[in-house]
Every structure is written in C-alpha cells, then in structure tokens.
C-alpha cells in the first residue's frame, strides 16, 4: 500500500485513470484553483479537499476495463 497526493493549481488538469486498489489517494486544491479531473479515481482510501472548487467528471467510454484473463486471478 502507497500514498497518493495530487494538489492542483489554477492551471492543472488531470485526465485518465488513478489506480492503487490497496493505496490512499488524496486529492486536493490550493487558493484560487479550479481544477478539472476528469478522472476515474480508484483506491483504498480517496479523500477530496481543497480551498477552492473541483470538478470532478467521469465519463464511462473513458473507464478503464479489466481483461477478462486478467479477472480469472483475482
């Protein structure tokens, strides 16, 4: 298990796919930050904060999908 931390700024734009099963992910916003995730976030533990407004958008023809061979060791 891991620890991911994402902090935007007013710039930051972030697209795909956060993926720690076992891990934390935390993502947040400094001042003045409008940041767009559009992102699926997959983890143990997600936490979202932040001093300013953050949209997070999830779009299913962008999920990640797990190949079936891949699903038969799980």
Same mark, same amino acid.
């Given at each position: 298990?891991?620890?991911?931390? &994402?902090?935007?700024? /007013?710039? /930051?734009?972030?697209?795909?796919?956060?993926?720690?099963?076992?891990?934390?992910? #935390? &993502? $947040? $916003?400094?001042?003045?930050? #409008? !940041?767009?995730?559009? +992102?699926? +976030?997959?983890?143990?533990?997600?936490? +979202? $904060?932040g001093n300013s407004s953050i949209n997070i958008t999830y779009d299913a023809s962008t !999920?990640?999908? &797990?190949?079936? !061979? !891949? #699903?038969?060791?799980?």
């Open positions: 298990p891991g620890k991911i931390n &994402i902090v935007g700024t /007013s710039e /930051s734009t972030f697209r795909g796919t956060i993926l720690a099963p076992t891990g934390d992910i #935390s &993502i $947040g $916003g400094t001042n003045q930050t #409008s !940041a767009e995730y559009a +992102v699926q +976030v997959i983890g143990w533990n997600v936490t +979202v $904060g !999920a990640v999908v &797990i190949p079936a !061979a !891949a #699903s038969q060791h799980e």
